[in-house]
C-alpha cells in the first residue's frame, strides 16, 4: 500500500484524508498514528511530509479553504441572479457539513490556534465580504429588500451559518447538522427576500434542494 501510494502526491493523499478524519471525529480523537494506520503508512512516512500533527492541521485547513473559494466563485460564475447563487451555495454547504461532526469548529479554536487564525481570516477576507456581495447584488436584482442593512447582515449571515457547529445548542443526536444549516439560511432568504425574492426561492428549492 505504501508503495502504492509513492505513484501520487502523497502529500495532498495525506492531507485530504486528515482532513476527512479531522472533519468526522474532531481533532482531538484523530491522532497522528490514526492517520497513518487509516493511510496504511508509517508514521515516519508522515513525519517526512509534515512536521507535526499542528502543521498537518494547517495545512488542511489552508487546503480546504482554497477549495471552499474555488467552488464558491463556480458557484457565482454559474447563478443567474443573487438568489440562485445563494440557494447553490446552500447546496454545496449541504454536502460539505454533511458528517462533520459538531465539535469540529469548537476543537480547531482551542487546540489548533494557528489553523483557526486562518479560518478566521477566511471568513474575515473572503466569505463575509462575498456575502454581502450576494446582498448589494440581490438589491439591485430586486430580490432583496432595497432597506435592508448590508454590512449588518453579511455579518450575521455568517454568524447564524456557524451556529451548527454548536453541539450544545443542536445535540447531534438530534440534529443533522446540514439540515441545521439549510433550516438557518432559508430563514434568512425569506427575512430579505421581496415578493418577487421569495417566488423564487420557492422556484429554486424545487430545482436544487428538494431531494437534500
Known amino acids: 500500500m505504501e508503495q502504492q501510494l509513492r505513484s501520487v502526491d502523497l502529500s495532498d493523499r495525506i492531507v485530504e484524508d486528515a482532513f476527512l478524519l479531522f472533519r468526522q471525529y474532531g481533532f ?6 490514526d492517520i497513518a494506520g487509516h493511510l496504511g503508512v508509517s508514521k515516519k512516512t508522515l513525519y517526512a511530509h509534515f512536521e507535526d500533527k499542528e502543521e498537518l492541521v494547517s495545512t488542511a485547513i489552508l487546503t480546504r479553504m482554497v477549495t471552499v473559494r474555488r467552488e464558491c466563485e463556480k458557484i457565482r460564475e454559474a447563478a443567474g441572479d443573487a438568489m440562485e447563487e445563494m440557494i447553490l451555495c446552500m447546496r454545496y454547504l449541504d454536502g460539505l457539513f454533511r ?22 481570516n477566511h471568513r474575515d477576507e473572503y466569505l463575509i465580504p462575498m456575502i454581502r456581495a450576494n446582498l448589494i447584488s440581490g438589491v439591485s436584482q430586486g430580490l432583496y429588500r432595497p432597506d435592508i442593512d448590508v454590512d449588518l ?17 443542536f445535540p447531534r ?14 430563514h434568512f432568504l425569506y427575512g430579505v427576500a421581496t415578493l418577487k425574492g421569495y417566488t423564487l426561492i420557492g422556484q429554486y428549492q424545487k430545482k436544487y434542494l428538494q431531494n437534500l
Open 173 to 186: 443526536d438530534h440534529f443533522e447538522m446540514g439540515k441545521v444549516h439549510l433550516r438557518l439560511m432559508e
Open 153 to 169: 447582515l453579511s455579518v450575521y449571515r455568517m454568524e447564524t451559518s456557524m451556529m451548527c457547529f454548536r453541539p450544545d445548542l
Open 99 to 120: 458528517n462533520t461532526n459538531p465539535v469540529f469548529l469548537l476543537e480547531m479554536s482551542k487546540f489548533h490556534t494557528e489553523a483557526y487564525r486562518h479560518f478566521q
Open 28 to 33: 482531538r480523537a484523530i491522532t497522528m498514528d
